[in-house]
């Protein structure tokens, strides 16, 4: 019996998948489990289509990163914090500060891309690294100032 998979089957196939299984295991598990519905032409159509608009999208979206990748790379990040006399910051920079940096720029960017090599604790330069997904992530510099520097 040929069937289109409505979730990820473990062992059987991912969500999407035209697959030739068993009747009993169609009948018994896939289909009553809403794991799977019959594979008619029309069915088939309408999944061909929803593939070829993720598709779209996917591309669309990877074209975007890819810019937002090349406006990042050019994009200098000065980050504001309190700090002691000797330079060390009262608590380490995070994802959030530098997205809100981002951002003023008029660049946004997620909180969870955006990861540190090893904790930004000093006043000075450092760099952070945003992953903006399919292997694509971009090394950023980040100066970190007090208040009384930025001013």
Do not use: C
């Amino acid at each position: 019996m040929r069937v289109i998979l409505t979730s990820d089957v473990p062992g059987t196939g991912r969500r999407g998948d035209v697959l030739a299984v068993p009747d009993g295991f169609a009948r018994n598990y896939l289909i009553p489990g809403g794991l799977a519905q019959l594979a008619t032409p029309a069915v088939v159509a309408r999944q061909a289509r929803r593939q070829k608009q993720q598709v779209l999208a996917q591309a669309k979206q990877l074209a975007d990163r890819q810019r937002l990748a090349e406006k990042l790379s050019h994009t200098p990040i000065t980050v504001t914090a309190a700090a002691n006399q000797r330079g060390r910051l009262y608590g380490a920079v995070t994802a959030q500060q530098v997205m809100t940096a981002l951002s003023r720029q008029g660049l946004a960017v997620e909180p969870d891309w955006v990861s540190f090599p090893k904790p930004i604790d000093q006043l000075g330069s450092a760099t952070a690294v945003i992953n903006l997904g399919r292997h694509l992530s971009v090394t950023v510099p980040v100066t970190v100032v007090t208040a009384l520097d930025h001013a």
